[in-house]
């Protein structure tokens, strides 16, 4: 994966960036700007050791030490937070300081941008709408700001440098983003780090993340399997809402809760099969509302460590795996599901993704595909 997208980025260098920050975004798709934009050259400081110049060929380069300027600060209200939670508030913006080569230049004239090692920050919409289309952040780099690069709709491939330890609120609405490699020492993705990037299919997650923020990978479209980090214990709020075509979700079993709509609205997953250690499963956490769009039955998996189900997590036609006197048996009791009891002789030891397993039950051979390092059991009666 690393491979594939520094190859990318390599053959186009330079620096993609957006200017809408993530609260935003709308759900629908942008109409694409191939609009070709006129540039005014100029030049000037963004910071006490640092300065910006842009040719009149659209190509940024941010030059010096140091951080940056704050030029945009933080919303007033988290207006989706809020709505998550049934409220309603204010989208208010607070202006401070507009960026410098925005007073002459529409975003997307700038067509290039090379931050040279030494800058250690990046601010809020920094470099919003900019019409590039890959981006590598140098190792120097340990903060950017909320949006910095959101908005980019022409940016595709994306390396972030191991020296973040939090992948940032960043990357919204980059709708042709399809490549990303994220630090290998971020412990968090923040809320709507990749909102509504519609085309992203390849994203490598280092198994040093731990949390994955609310709406991180909401609206992903594209993404059609995800294997998710071996110390990830995390899922928030719609990380993985509506990504319409995710058919595979490979959860790791120190995973101890999966947030409200979590995956709500992922028409094509037909398994879900959660792991041994989880603990806590929000309120229509994997519900879907269109039901017409699912192809069959689900089929979920649930282990005696889960002790919360909120309600509609599941839809009321899965079918739910699980113990006898457990959280899952009184859940499907609860909405209408149909339940199937499974016992620990049921258990199947973890394997490698797309292996398959033949599992002897009851003197029938049943083949299973088994899906990372999840915890599957065999087909079992009522």
């Keep these: 994966m690393k491979k594939i997208i520094c190859l990318l980025v390599?053959?186009?260098?330079?620096?993609?960036?957006?200017?809408?920050?993530?609260?935003?975004?709308?759900?629908?798709?942008?109409?694409?700007?191939?609009?070709?934009?006129?540039?005014?050259?100029?030049?000037?400081?963004?910071?006490?050791?640092?300065?910006?110049?842009?040719?009149?060929?659209?190509?940024?380069?941010?030059?010096?030490?140091?951080?940056?300027r704050d030029y945009y600060t933080e919303f007033e209200t988290d207006v989706r937070k809020a709505e998550s939670d049934g409220a309603s508030a204010e989208n208010t913006p607070v202006w401070t300081d507009y960026c410098p080569w925005f007073k002459n230049n529409n975003p997307r004239a700038i067509t290039s941008i090379i931050?040279?090692?030494?800058?250690?920050?990046?601010?809020?919409?920094?470099?919003?709408?900019?019409?590039?289309?890959?981006?590598?952040?140098?190792?120097?780099?340990?903060?950017?700001?909320?949006g910095a690069f959101s908005g980019s709709q022409s940016l595709k491939g994306l390396v972030l440098p191991d020296s973040m330890e939090t992948v940032p609120k960043a990357f919204a609405a980059c709708e042709s983003l399809e490549y990303v490699h994220l630090p290998n020492k971020a412990s968090?993705?923040?809320?709507?780090?990749?909102?509504?990037?519609?085309?992203?299919?390849?994203?490598?997650?280092?198994?040093?993340?731990?949390?994955?923020?609310?709406?991180?990978?909401?609206?992903?479209a594209a993404l059609d399997e995800i294997i998710l980090p071996d110390n990830l214990e995390k899922i928030d709020e719609l990380a993985?809402?509506?990504?319409?075509?995710?058919?595979?979700?490979?959860?790791?079993?120190?995973?101890?809760?999966?947030?409200?709509?979590?995956?709500?609205?992922?028409?094509?997953?037909?398994?879900?099969?959660?792991?041994?250690?989880?603990?806590?499963?929000?309120?229509?956490?994997?519900?879907?509302e269109d039901k017409n769009k699912i192809s069959g039955i689900r089929t979920v998996y649930i282990p005696q460590s889960v002790t919360s189900i909120?309600?509609?997590?599941?839809?009321?036609?899965?079918?739910?795996?699980?113990?006898?006197?457990?959280?899952a048996e009184s859940f499907a009791k609860e909405n209408g599901n149909k339940f199937v009891a499974v016992t620990e002789s049921m258990y199947i030891a973890p394997t490698n993704i797309n292996n398959n397993i033949d599992v002897l039950n009851d003197g029938n051979i049943i083949n299973v595909?088994?899906?990372?390092?999840?915890?599957?059991?065999?087909?079992?009666?009522?």
């Design 10 to 68: 390599a053959s186009v260098f330079s620096i993609s960036a957006g200017s809408v920050s993530a609260e935003q975004v709308i759900r629908e798709k942008e109409p694409y700007d191939d609009t070709v934009y006129p540039v005014t050259a100029g030049s000037g400081s963004c910071g006490d050791d640092m300065n910006w110049e842009l040719n009149s060929s659209g190509v940024m380069h941010i030059s010096g030490t140091g951080n940056m």
């Design 115 to 146: 931050i040279d090692e030494g800058i250690n920050s990046v601010s809020e919409s920094a470099f919003g709408g900019t019409n590039v289309s890959a981006l590598i952040i140098p190792d120097s780099v340990r903060e950017l700001g909320m």
């Design 188 to 220: 968090v993705i923040s809320q709507d780090a990749f909102y509504g990037s519609y085309s992203l299919k390849h994203i490598y997650l280092p198994n040093s993340i731990k949390e994955i923020g609310l709406g991180a990978f909401e609206n992903c």
């Design 240 to 288: 993985f809402a509506f990504c319409d075509n995710l058919k595979k979700v490979s959860f790791p079993k120190g995973l101890k809760e999966i947030g409200k709509d979590a995956f709500t609205g992922c028409y094509s997953l037909s398994e879900i099969c959660i792991p041994d250690g989880t603990e806590k499963i929000g309120r229509s956490a994997f519900a879907v």
């Design 310 to 327: 909120d309600k509609y997590a599941f839809n009321s036609e899965d079918v739910i795996y699980g113990f006898k006197n457990s959280a």
């Design 369 to 382: 595909s088994a899906a990372g390092k999840n915890i599957k059991w065999v087909d079992a009666q009522p």
